[in-house]
């Protein structure tokens, strides 16, 4: 409790990152993107719930909220004069900002994620991956920093630049002040979070998930990437997963900008995260939009996960070596 007479001081965004001696250009980026959230809200509470009438590369229906929100972070960072390139989720290709890469930032965002969970008011969020100068086509493990906003009943920030994860919330004035340093993870978790349709579930993902029931593990799925992980690094345990599917053998949620923002900041807190074989933040992207399996949060529960994948893969090349033996010496 605080002493009587005496105000709670509060450390604002930009006063933190100066604390942490963050350079100058990225500071001012971490907190335009954290101004453009502002704008983002409010659309949100009062922005038209239809659709945009356009589909994104993945085919998908734009909402009218994802153009909006797109457009005001675009717009943010067009201005910011520390972005090099910048590329969105809802953006058919990296939009070049300035030529001169020195000392300068490049962008990959998702700005509204989950946002067909509005219209039956869930949370939903934006995500951000910076790396610094040109380049986006580039392994998470050399991001600078990576963020998200949470839209939920408080609207929070969570950022790491390489330091720990911290947690702010939006106060009365709209000002990001300062609720947890330091976030952690525990080793072992005791809820999961799986995307996907539980039918489509490769061998090793269906075992993986048995286990987890039979260990007594809660299921807390929401829908929305952004709160979903938010729960695993705020409650400290617990993992989620959008695995290969059956017909989606790359999942559903894309590396540059879901899974690699968050794979550094669920590092950071000391999880884990992976794409059933190999850790997300050293895969190398060979396309923007490309998209992978993810298995993110207790670093013991993501491990588990692999080891039941490669057991039932192994399992399965055997069995389909066997068969084909079968196969050759009937034809002898
Ligand atoms: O509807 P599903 O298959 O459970 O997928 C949910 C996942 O898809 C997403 O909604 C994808 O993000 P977008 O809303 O940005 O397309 C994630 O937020 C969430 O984790
Ligand atoms: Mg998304
Ligand atoms: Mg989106």
New binding site residues.
């Given amino acids: 409790m605080s002493e009587p007479g005496k105000t709670k001081f509060q450390i604002d965004l930009r006063r933190h990152l100066r604390e942490q001696e963050v350079d100058d250009n990225l500071i001012h980026l971490i907190c335009e993107i954290a101004e453009a959230s502002k704008y983002i809200i409010h659309s949100i509470r009062t922005g038209d719930l239809g659709v945009a009438g356009t589909s994104n590369l993945y085919g998908?229906q734009q909402l009218a909220l994802d153009v909006l929100a797109d457009r005001i972070l675009r717009k943010r960072l067009d201005h910011s004069r520390v972005v090099a390139n910048m590329m969105s989720?809802e953006m058919d290709e990296i939009i070049p900002i300035s030529p001169d890469c020195d000392g300068k930032y490049s962008v990959a965002f998702?700005p509204?994620?989950?946002?067909?969970?509005v219209d039956v008011n869930l949370a939903v969020g934006t995500i951000v991956s910076i790396f610094e100068g040109c380049d986006l086509l580039q392994p998470g493990n050399n991001q600078v920093a990576a963020m998200y906003i949470l839209y939920g009943p408080r609207t929070t920030l969570v950022y790491s630049v390489g330091n720990g994860v911290h947690e702010f919330g939006m106060n009365n004035l709209m000002e990001y002040t300062l609720l947890q340093e330091n976030i952690r993870i525990e080793p072992s978790g005791n809820l999961y979070s799986p995307?996907?349709q539980r039918n489509k579930y490769t061998p090793g993902t269906e075992a993986f998930v048995t286990h987890l029931e039979e260990r007594g593990v809660k299921l807390r799925?929401s829908?929305?990437?952004?709160p979903?992980i938010n729960q695993v690094l705020l409650k400290g345990k617990g993992i989620f997963f959008?695995p290969h599917l059956n017909d989606l053998p790359k999942g559903?949620?894309r590396l540059l900008f879901?899974l690699n923002p968050m794979a550094y900041l669920i590092e950071q807190a000391g999880g884990a995260a992976s794409n059933g074989h190999k850790r997300i933040l050293d895969l190398q992207p060979e396309e923007i939009h490309q998209r992978a399996p993810v298995f993110i949060g207790c670093k013991e529960d993501v491990k588990l996960a692999e080891e039941f994948i490669a057991k039932m893969e192994t399992n399965q090349n055997e069995e389909e070596s066997k068969t084909q033996a079968k196969k050759n010496s009937s034809k002898k």
């Fill in positions: 998908e989720e998702d509204l994620d989950g946002s067909s969970l995307g996907g799925y829908g929305g990437f952004v979903d959008y559903k949620l879901e």
